[in-house]
């Protein structure tokens, strides 16, 4: 199994495709630093716009921490697409090339198979969001330096403590991870049943556009379902950044005003990606090979 | 004498698609060191027959066994033994013939050495190509690539579902080599399908015809011909002439329609002296009488085919 796991892997990143996410993800974050970069004080006079009669704001607010904050708000919307383009690749892409008919014939089970692409899969999803991480976060700081954190949040604002931040965006983006294995698990479950690859990723992402829009749709009719999608639960990680305040209206240092809707999803998305897989396995161990 | 082992023993093997059935309750057995020729129309069933034995298609009903052990319940130990190319060769066309060829290997169960993969791609004539990419190859190096890697790991059955597609002459002819040199001096059992029935014949030494999914024939190649139905083609100078004459005498009964405008008739293959002196005794210039005996004659007579090709040609 573990022999198997590493030549998934190993397929994974001898495709040059799998070098378009890593190159998309990293000129974006290099253009969005280096606008910020150059005109990072317009942006922040826009946002502060209704703030600045009411507030007096000092200090570099146009730090690290808020550059990441930014551009995970961008990015996480678009990263499924690019693990798509690999994850709802992994059956249809080997039935396409016509190499899933010999690697069938080789001694180890079916389910040994998927769960070894799965795997393989999701430590490609990892690896894209630890190279994320570490230009928009570790880069940013290094650009843009550390200070407190000032969020706008819709109906109030944030401040965390410098020192208070970092393990915050840990916390993010290993939520961050967990949502996008259940895209991964999503896009890997429709590869199952196509025998190209452009089906498969362009369902998936409908499928993400779909519930998206049906999850933030404010219609009451949609409520009821609203719990039971993944993709409403996929945005949970901007919990770790509300904080709570004790009766004098301060803030708690080293709080999150909402753990359990944090877990809650995080439940959830896990329970997303097990259904996901097992149907994956389900659906494959009984499939008939005539590509 | 030691006994030949069954090397693949299927039993009453059946398979539907939808309302189509692929495979009606075929049975036969490939002993050890048999070269076994699979042959059948296309849509005949022999592919859909070739992946129930690689757990590609699940039977609807019927037994497998290879090497004395149930398919369904010795998968792994059974497909360590089984080299096998389906139909094309398809390969991972990023990687290297080199990098194709090891992890294949390291699919199969086995850790080859360098210089190991390189023999075996020397072996199949793609040891100067070892480290280029797939998708730079010719339709035949990947077939010999397919070869490579089914033998990688030294199977004792090997099994090569239509090998020659797409191949050029001298691509058959070295696939046809390639088989009789796993055969004879590797001792290996070979199951080979293939529509190119005259490469069938130079290296099958035993072979099941298969037509709408049921079995037509089965066994050793030299017996299958019957010489009480030889087909014997006929050409003379004046073939409507040799046509009458032959119509309205003691041959009519074994006339049988004409094909490339030659004469065709089926009789005993001791009756063919016969048929030649009241040929030159009616006054007939033979120009050619031979008896043909061509598996391909063979597949002809027993397949549906036939009504197909006669009245194509009529």
Known sequence: MFSLIQIETYKIFRRPRTYIAFAAITSLIVLIQFGLKVDGKSYLDFMLNDLSTTLQIEGNIMNGYLVCYVMLQLLLVHVPLLIALIAADMISGEANMGTLRLLLTKPFSRTQLMLSKFIASTIYTLLLLIWLAFLALFVSMWIFGTDDMFLMKSSYVVLLKENDVFWRYIGAFVFAALAMTTVAALGFLLSVFAENSIGPIVATMSVIIFFTILSTLNIPIFNTVKPYLFTTHMISWKEFFDIQVNDANEAINGSIQNLPKILQSAAILLIHIVVFVWAAIWVFRKKDILS | ?314
Request: proline share 4%; no cysteine.
């Open chain 2, 1 to 314: 004498m030691v006994p030949m082992q069954d090397i693949i023993t299927v039993n009453n093997l059946s398979k539907k698609f939808r309302n189509l059935k692929a495979v009606d309750n075929i049975s036969f057995t490939v002993r050890e060191g048999d070269v076994y020729g699979f042959l059948g129309q296309n849509g005949a069933g022999k592919s859909t027959t070739i992946r129930m034995l690689l757990t590609l298609i699940e039977p609807d009903a019927g037994d497998i066994s290879l090497f004395g052990l149930s398919l369904a319940r010795h998968r792994h130990e059974i497909l360590r033994q089984v080299g096998a190319v389906i139909e094309k060769p398809d390969v991972y066309k990023y990687l290297s013939a080199y990098d194709n060829l090891k992890l294949f290997a390291r699919l199969s169960g086995i850790k080859p050495t360098e210089q190991q993969i390189r023999e075996q791609l020397a072996m199949v004539g793609l040891a100067d190509r070892a480290a280029d990419k797939v998708k730079t190859f010719s339709q035949g190096m990947k077939q010999r690539l397919g070869i490579a890697i089914a033998l990688v790991h030294d199977p004792a059955l090997i099994i090569l579902d239509e090998p020659t597609n797409g191949l050029d002459p001298q691509g058959i002819a070295d696939i046809r080599n390639l088989i009789l040199h796993l055969s004879r001096d590797r001792n290996k059992t070979v199951l080979v399908s293939s529509h190119l029935l005259t490469e069938i014949e130079q290296v099958a030494t035993r072979l099941i015809i298969i037509d709408k999914g049921k079995k037509l024939v089965e066994g050793a190649a030299a017996d299958l011909f019957d010489p009480a139905q030889t087909l014997v083609s006929l050409d003379t100078l004046n073939n409507q002439q040799a046509m009458e004459q032959l119509a309205n005498g003691p041959w009519a009964g074994a006339l049988q329609p004409q094909r490339d405008g030659q004469i065709y008739l089926k009789l005993h293959r001791n009756q063919v002296p016969q048929l030649h002196a009241y040929l030159v005794q009616a006054g007939i210039p033979v120009l050619a009488l031979q008896p043909r005996h061509s598996l391909e004659d063979y597949f002809l007579q027993v397949t549906s085919g036939k009504q197909y090709v006669q009245s194509y040609t009529n």
